[in-house]
């Protein structure tokens, strides 16, 4: 009977490592092929830095940023209603995911080009002197190529493929883009880099076709009934909203920067700005494996304790991953930024500035996804227009005095205190809503 016994005990905990470790591997996987990409990413900023310097690069850093921060913008939030709704519609089969999803490219392409009108007018004003040029007319094509690949990679994750969704909505294009870069960025300036960035996006929103899923065989674009784009819109507002707040609180303050600083500061700037959004990508790509379990936890009886049991596990594996190269860029700054050229080590500060704000912001946790699965996108709302607001008001006092670095910290100021706030008010009303009588 005691072998017996021992024999039982001795196969749970078999069993139990096993499923922590299926469960690790399910976690970190996709998080790896992000992890991947986003070391691809990095490396064709560095051959882009050290080709053109701090000079030469700054127009594409700047377009770049913009493109990439408007994405989320330009998507309208329809990659997250794909990732809801195409479970569900998978059942009735793939010719109706198929449709879904062509629809949603279309509506995501009108808003692009509506979007990228207003950064041709942009780019027109601030060109010294003030002009139209060719390269203009990219910008609404990256924008709604970067948006339909959002949706694309979204929709591959709601069919149980997240690293599929990470290959075709991330790695895909920046690999493309870094292997054009190494190739000809010594013969081209920045509008030329811009069109291989352009050309990476859109070859990997058509490539779609191609994904081990018979759902992306249908027709990349479709045009949606006049219901369905209301219903769409409708869902996708609050989405947008919260992108769009998040989105301006980074690029108005980047655009004055733009205005009053010499090309080389904003280089060095965007540089720092995009190592620290490599870290933002990863976290977010753990923390996105938690997602589904923060929804389904935040619809128990008594939410709180399981939605932080999660919460806590999602702050626990995302600093495991990531503290070690924190770490060392906010201890040798000058030497992660030497990577990109001696000159552009003036962006130490700015770096272990950005560094340490995001250390914090791992810390605290998935607060924005919090507020999301637990159906407080009002606030989310909210909380984005007070943080352009204070955002750029901070930034119109500090830019002028400190320059780039009054940018970090105007920036760091409202991302902190939006998420201490959205954290506080997410603990009250779970708290308000486990306060449930248990029946004796």
């Known amino acids: 009977m005691k072998i017996d ?11 139990f490592a096993l499923g922590a470790w299926s469960e690790l591997w399910r976690v970190l996987l996709p998080s790896s092929v992000r992890m991947s990409g986003a070391g691809i990413q990095f490396l064709s900023t560095v051959i882009i830095a050290r080709t053109l ?120 294009p920046v690999s493309l883009f870094c292997l054009l ?57 609050s989405v947008c909203c919260v992108n769009v707040f998040g989105a301006l ?18 280089a060095y700037i965007t540089t720092a700005f995009r190592i620290s959004i490599l870290f933002f990508v990863l976290s977010h790509a753990i923390h996105g494996v938690f997602a589904p379990a923060l929804s389904t936890s935040a619809d128990m009886p008594n939410p709180f304790r399981p939605v932080f049991r999660v919460y806590f596990k999602a702050i626990a594996i995302t600093l495991a991953a990531l503290i070690l190269p924190l770490g060392f860029g906010i201890a040798f700054p000058e030497v992660v930024m030497s990577i990109f050229g001696n000159s552009f080590k003036n962006g130490a500060d700015a770096l272990r500035l950005l560094l340490i704000l995001q250390l914090v912001t791992v810390c605290l946790g998935p607060v924005l996804q919090l507020l999301l699965m637990t159906g407080h996108t009002v606030l989310m709302a909210r909380l984005g227009v007070l943080k352009i607001i204070f955002g750029v008001a901070l930034s119109l006092i500090l830019i002028p005095r400190f320059g780039g670095v009054g940018m970090v910290v105007a920036l760091g ?28």
């Not at 770049?64 to 939030?77: D, E, F, H, K």
Request: net charge positive; proline share 6%; glycine share 8%.
């Open 5 to 15: 016994s021992t024999l039982t005990k001795v196969g749970s905990l078999r069993l």
């Open 53 to 172: 310097g701090e000079g030469g690069s700054a127009g594409f850093f700047f377009w770049s940023s913009v493109l990439m921060t408007s994405g989320p913008i330009a998507s309208y939030g329809l990659e997250q209603i794909a990732l809801r709704n195409v479970p569900r519609l998978h059942r009735q089969g793939p010719e109706v995911v198929g449709r879904f999803l062509a629809s949603l490219r279309c509506v995501s392409l009108s808003l692009s080009f509506l979007i990228g009108i207003g950064l041709i007018g942009y780019a027109i004003a601030s060109e010294k002197p003030p002009g139209f040029h060719a390269w203009h007319l990219l910008l609404p094509v990256a924008l709604a190529s970067i948006a339909i690949t959002l949706i694309n990679g979204e929709a591959l994750k709601g069919l149980a493929r997240p690293v599929a969704g990470v290959v075709f909505g991330h790695l895909i």
């Open 249 to 266: 609180a980074f690029i108005l303050p980047l655009a004055y920067l733009e205005f009053t600083s010499p090309p080389a500061e904003v």
């Open 413 to 440: 100021v409202t991302s902190i205190a939006e998420e201490v706030f959205g954290l506080g008010y997410a603990v009250v009303m779970l708290k308000k809503s486990s306060l449930v009588v248990e029946p004796s």
């Open 181 to 237: 870069t190494a190739i000809f960025s010594r013969h081209l300036s920045s509008p030329g880099l811009l069109t291989l960035y352009t050309a990476s996006y859109l070859t990997a929103a058509i490539i779609v076709r191609f994904a081990p899923v018979p759902d992306f065989r249908e027709r990349l674009l479709a045009l949606p009934k006049w219901e369905s784009v209301r219903t769409v819109l409708r869902e996708g507002f």
